[in-house]
């Protein structure tokens, strides 16, 4: 996985003095991944890109972050890192495969008592 950030858009918010940053983040995804989405919201994404995506090896989230309309690209390029680097280190977290370990199940399913997972 070469790409990390993908800048989608910028769009002026409110009085004009701040601007809203749209991108998406490729996040390497938990050793046992969940299948994801069949292709990524970035139309120029490669076929093996958007398998990557589907079989859930890379998670693709959209962001948002707002900064000072005159931001320079370097502003831009250190929030959106800092914004991907503490996604990934969220998504760290499911390495050993626990990616359901805090989800509950649904009573009538589990014989009618809830059950952590």
Do not use: C, H
């Amino acid at each position: 996985m070469a790409k990390e950030i993908i800048i989608l858009d910028d769009l002026s918010q409110g009085d004009g003095t701040q601007m809203i940053v749209e991108a998406l983040l490729w996040l390497v995804g938990p050793t046992n991944p969940v299948p994801g989405p069949n292709a990524s919201l970035w139309s120029k994404a490669s076929a093996a890109e958007n398998a990557a995506i589907q079989n859930g090896s890379v998670i693709e989230e959209k962001v948002q972050v707002v900064v000072p309309i005159n931001a320079q690209f370097a502003d831009i390029a250190n929030a959106l890192s800092e914004r991907w680097s503490l996604r990934q280190a969220y998504w760290n977290q499911f390495k050993g495969g626990g990616f359901l370990a805090n989800m509950f199940t649904d009573p009538n399913i589990q014989g009618g008592v809830w059950q952590q997972g």
